[in-house]
């Protein structure tokens, strides 16, 4: 079982992944719209009637937080995301990771395309300032291999 820190997320740009410097935390979700497509003909062997539904849509969305830093160059940093809340793609890559600062990826687990839409930094007096963001899916959630 691995522990959080290994989670990572990944940006790649120029056919180089480079992760999220600074992490704090990594959620995906992901859902799907259904409808109802019960008819008057749906039953079951006894004759009862059960709600049949079809999955009329899926999507996703990728929340993440760091730490605001400057000066690294191993990992994408506030000032690298903040100009991405636009219509631009961005590839990224969800990973197990290891080595210095969890920073090597290793396994992928799922992999995908996305728009960054929204990104907020928040500093507090004494404490260290955080951002985060939320990258939506565009396209197919692609699976990655756990083995």
Not at 28 to 33: E, R
Request: aromatic share 6%; charged share 20%; proline share 1%.
């Amino acid at each position: 079982m691995d522990k959080g820190q290994h989670l990572r997320l990944f940006i790649t740009e120029g056919g180089t992944d480079k992760v999220i410097a600074m992490s704090t935390e990594l959620s995906l979700h992901g859902s799907a719209q259904t409808e109802n497509s019960t008819t008057k003909d749906t039953t079951d062997s006894t004759g009862a009637v059960w709600d049949e539904n079809d999955v009329t849509g899926r999507t996703y969305d990728i929340n993440f937080s760091a730490l605001v830093a400057s000066g690294t160059d191993t990992g994408k940093t506030f000032a690298d995301m903040e100009g991405k809340v636009n219509d631009e793609i961005i590839n990224w890559k969800i990973a197990l990771a290891s080595g210095e600062q969890n920073r090597t990826m290793g396994i992928v687990i799922c992999s995908g395309q996305g728009k960054l839409t929204n990104i907020q930094a928040t500093g507090q007096v004494s404490q260290q300032s955080t951002y985060s963001g939320t990258i939506n899916g565009y396209g197919p959630l692609v699976p990655g291999s756990l083995t």
